[in-house]
């Protein structure tokens, strides 16, 4: 059903058809994890953004959700690339923030100043 896990061992080979390449020609198909149909959250349809919301932690699995995410890791990886070749590094810069956890606040001040321009 969908939502289920299951392992899967065999061997890949040459797929027929036209849409792939290769696949799994499996010999052993263990069960990992079942997942009642009734219960599950999210069905083979379409469901709305709204929805989505409301099941944060599944939103990956929908086909846009997954379709956002490819284009924006190959979006980021092309920037991240882009840059590296012209001799730019990445740095992770802190987050500014009025929040004061953890004691954070007392790492560093940020201080105002007047435009002269």
């Given at each position: 059903t969908t939502g289920a896990s299951v392992?899967?061992?065999g061997e890949l080979v040459s797929s027929p058809g036209a849409k792939q390449a290769v696949e799994l020609k499996a010999n052993k198909l263990v069960l990992v994890g079942a997942c009642d149909a009734e219960t599950y959250p999210l069905q083979k349809k379409r469901h709305?953004?709204?929805?989505l919301r409301s099941i944060a932690h599944l939103r990956p699995r929908t086909n846009t959700i997954g379709a956002v995410a490819r284009v924006?890791?190959?979006l980021s990886h092309a920037t991240h690339t882009f840059f590296q070749d012209a001799g730019f590094q990445y740095v992770h810069t802190p987050i500014l923030s009025a929040s004061d956890c953890e004691g954070?606040?007392?790492m560093f001040?940020?201080?105002v100043r007047a435009w002269c321009g």
């Open positions: 392992c899967a061992v709305t953004l709204e929805f924006r890791s190959a954070a606040g007392e001040q940020v201080r």
